[in-house]
């Protein structure tokens, strides 16, 4: 007879014992593994689902801080082209190298940003301490004029003070005296025989209702009138939020020498920034740093307060401007436009991001470091370019002019003069 085995039975034989005890494993085994299988891609989707919220959170956040948080500057598209090929008087090896350059005084001089001369072949600059220099550039060491702040720093101030102040641009006059244009102080005028130093127009003077924020640059007109640059409404220290807003803040004020009034020459300038003279003394030439240009400005005759604009779309942000001794001008571009520049251009929404999102000194460090001096004719074409294109001597050039057969260049925020030794010859394409 066939044995059969019941349930709740005793089995009949180990063999049988054995063989359920193993099914009986086996499946407790795989109900265990099914389990832990389960469980393993449940917690898989719960990590996916984590990261694709906080990725969407990140992203959302992003988006909010672009287009509706609250921001310090209100940027605006600068409507500018890409910037030129580097090629042809562009080219970084169409001229002497400034990375050649000797450098003058670095362990005195940091942040020489203007260059002037008088008629005896010194040159006097300001620096970041809120000094007036004289140097003679065969001398050993330069020598201390005077102090244009509140508080009489030392050169070993590296950093923006407002009480040390802050001296940009400089003028020799005939009498004598230097008239400084100090980011901190306003314009100011030193006696350069007693050290005497008199305020002209002073930081906070309202000026046809709007107070003085951030002087820079001056030119002397043919009747003696201070045309000077007010920057923005932005003071130096905060002087990267003009630069991103691109909001036309900038201003020029005629100082008038006989009456002691200033009044606003020109308005809705973008970061107004170096002033000169023109050759024929009929404008002045203005460099609007934010958007890439230079301006000319008629002084007199029929269009008097006039614009229009002398050269557009530059390789770098155009600082200082200077006559150039032969014709047209010399203008420092104290930094190079990169992608980075680029893809701001026309993005604001992407600059408020920036704004939002970045510490302000982080943005300052952003900067392209470029050393730039163009040689640019009356009609606004490049003739001649010097670079140092790594930074490795000179970068953030603020200031180019000529002397002799030598280029000297400043910097505001880097240490030294630079002083390069220039051939005679013109490459093939100058003027052209």
Known sequence: MERRTRTGAKPASLEEAGSLSGDSSKAHSNRRGGADSGRSRSKLGTCCDILGLLFLGGVSYLVYLALFADCIIDPQP?????????????????????????????????????????????????????????????????????????????????????????????????????LIVDAFMGLLKLSLLDGKMDTLVHQNQVVDGAPLVFADDLAIGPDGAVYFSDVSTYSMDKLFYDVMSAGGRGRIIRYDPVTGSASTFARDLHFANGVELSHDGKSIIVTETSMYRITRIFITGERTGQSEVLAENLPGFPDNVRRHPDSGYLVAMSAGRTWKSTLL???????????????????????????????????????????????????????????????????????????????KSLPQNAGN
């Open 78 to 178: 600068r409507g500018v082209p890409p910037p030129p090929e580097m090629t042809g008087a562009l080219s970084p090896d169409s001229s002497e190298s400034l990375a050649d350059a000797e450098i003058l005084f670095p362990d005195v001089l940091v942040g020489a940003e203007c260059l002037a001369w008088d008629d005896d072949g010194m040159l006097y600059t300001g620096t970041m301490s809120g000094q007036i220099w004289k140097v003679d550039p065969a001398a050993d060491e330069p020598v201390l004029v005077a102090n244009t702040g509140k508080v009489a720093c030392d050169s070993s101030v590296r950093e923006l003070r407002p009480e040390c102040g802050r001296p940009l641009g400089l003028r020799v006059m005939p009498d004598n005296s230097l």
């Open 345 to 423: 251009d026309n993005r604001p929404y992407l600059v408020r991001l920036m704004i939002n999102a970045v510490p302000y000194d982080e943005l300052v460090k952003a900067s392209n470091p470029y050393g730039l001096c163009v040689h640019m004719s009356e009609s606004g074409d490049v003739i001649r370019t010097w670079h140092d294109a790594r930074a490795h001597t000179l970068a953030f050039t603020s200031h180019c002019s000529m002397h002799g057969d030598h280029m000297f260049v400043g910097s505001f925020v880097s240490r030294g003069i630079g002083k390069l030794k220039l051939s």
